[in-house]
């Protein structure tokens, strides 16, 4: 069997030729990047000192930099947002044990499994015959489906191949169990504001690799904005960085005009059906249930400049209406679907005032969760304790059948009692007692409660 070429170009370097099973495949020095290449893969460090702001990973005695000094890797994961590294530290990982192991790489967008089972069959002969590791770095391995993933196992159990996985998605979803439980994940964090700065500076000085050839300099509160609104990205950072220097190649220096005409909208991170999706719905809930408006309003733009659907924050802020703020402030759940209608008829962005209206009255709310709590406890008896029948005084009758066996006997008319309360059990007789519903003294919901007690006084007065 016949190995296709993979595609390493995920490291700027051209593809390698087929190799047939046992063939050790001479790497070599990689060939140069092109001069039209994107900065940010210009500037891709080619060994782990070069890779900036990842000291939690690669400082002394932390596993990955021990791994790596002894030449004893293992599976991993690295699971991080875009542009804070991954890639780049797989790409060091290559260059460092380069001549020690052979090294494939793939991108799960690009690959099924038939190409996946031919690499790893190559790998196994090249163990058993040569004696040889083989790395596989994998780009975007949530992308892989569970056979894809599943596919890995025996080689990666084995130790036929290291495999290096990159994800931007949590792990704990997206890679079948049994694969991570065989790989070290490491979370690799984006890069802090100085280290982006730092990167930057390192591009514009760099007349090989980087922009050092236009002489053009940046001032300090450009360098700031572009390090600061790029999130710790470096790829979108340097992005940013390479087109304005196009635009100062005349002056020969970035201003803050500059550097914002380079970058003229924020995108910001955020995965509608992932997990900063989950991350920022929570963020939003509790910081409105903590009475938080200005956080709260945060998280809201946060979600609709994200991309979120606005729809779906409405439904979320109608269930905190009911079960966070619930009868404290009866109100709230009138104003929240009312705030649904606005979104839906006159959509965004206007319509994301309607949501910000709801998000600042709903922090200011009084706050109770009696009427969930009450809820939680009054659906547990329902699936758990025998299901009785209604006292008969309650049931219906409509029939004389029914009338002549008992059913509605007793039954008392509220209306017709002179304190509009009547002298009836309504609980069945297992469950007589119980109290489930808990009001709190907070806003309407301690009028609710007190009419609910003297309701409770005037029917054990009366039994």
């Keep these: 069997m016949t190995a296709k070429p993979t595609p390493s170009s995920l490291f700027g370097e051209p593809d390698q030729a087929p190799e047939s ?14 001069k039209d290449a994107p900065l940010a893969e210009r500037m891709r460090p080619e060994s782990i000192d070069q890779i900036l702001g990842q000291e939690s990973l690669l400082g002394p005695g932390e596993p990955l930099h021990d791994a790596l000094q002894a030449g004893d890797l293992f599976s991993m994961i690295l699971w991080g947002p875009p542009g804070s590294g991954k890639t780049t530290l797989a790409n060091a990982i290559k260059h460092q044990t380069r001549g020690k192991t052979h090294f494939e790489a793939l991108s799960a967008v690009l690959t099924g499994v038939k190409e996946l089972r031919e690499i ?45 996985g990159a994800t931007t ?109 989950f991350n920022l719905i929570s963020a939003l809930h509790k910081s409105i249930r903590n009475s938080d408006a200005d956080a709260s309003l945060y998280w809201l733009a946060r979600m609709i400049e994200g991309g979120e659907d606005p729809l779906y924050i409405a439904r979320r802020l109608a269930r905190f209406a009911s079960e966070d703020v619930g009868l404290a402030d009866p109100h709230a759940l009138t104003l929240a679907m009312a705030a649904q209608q606005a979104v839906h008829f006159i959509g965004l962005p206007e319509g994301a005032l309607a949501l910000a209206e709801l998000v600042v009255y709903l922090a200011a709310a009084p706050r109770s969760n009696a009427v969930y709590a009450a809820w939680n406890e009054a659906r547990k008896d329902a699936l758990e304790t025998r299901a009785d029948p209604p006292p008969e005084a309650i049931r219906n009758a409509p029939t004389k059948l029914m009338k002549s066996l008992g059913y509605g006997e007793g039954y008392k008319y509220a ?37 609910l007690a003297a309701s409770k006084a005037i029917r054990k007065r009366k039994a």
């Design 120 to 164: 790893l069959a190559n790998a196994t002969h090249r163990r058993k015959t040569l004696g040889r590791k083989s790395l596989l770095f994998i780009d975007e391995i949530h992308r892989y489906n569970k056979s894809q993933q599943d596919a890995l196992l025996p080689a990666v159990e084995s130790g036929d191949v290291i495999l290096i």
């Design 169 to 277: 998605e949590n792990p704990s979803f997206e890679i079948v169990g049994a694969l991570l439980s065989r790989c070290r994940v490491f979370v690799v964090k984006p890069l802090s504001g100085d280290a982006v700065m730092d990167l930057m500076r390192r591009a514009l000085a760099d007349k090989g690799r980087g922009l050092g050839d236009l002489g053009v300099e940046i001032d300090d509160n450009a360098l700031i904005f572009l390090a600061e609104v790029t999130d710790g990205d470096a790829r979108r950072a340097l992005g940013a960085l390479e087109i304005a220097a196009s635009l100062a190649r005349r002056v020969g220096r970035i201003d803050l005009a500059i550097a914002q005409k380079a970058l003229s909208r924020k995108a910001l991170l955020y995965d509608k059906s992932g997990e900063e999706h």
């Design 415 to 451: 209306h017709d009692e002179a304190e509009g309360v009547a002298a009836m059990e309504c609980l069945p007789d297992r469950l007589q007692g119980r109290t489930y519903f808990k009001p709190t003294t907070r806003g309407r919901e301690k009028d609710i409660g007190e009419r």
């Design 21 to 34: 099973p046992g063939t050790v495949r001479d790497l070599g020095k990689p060939s140069p990047l092109r």
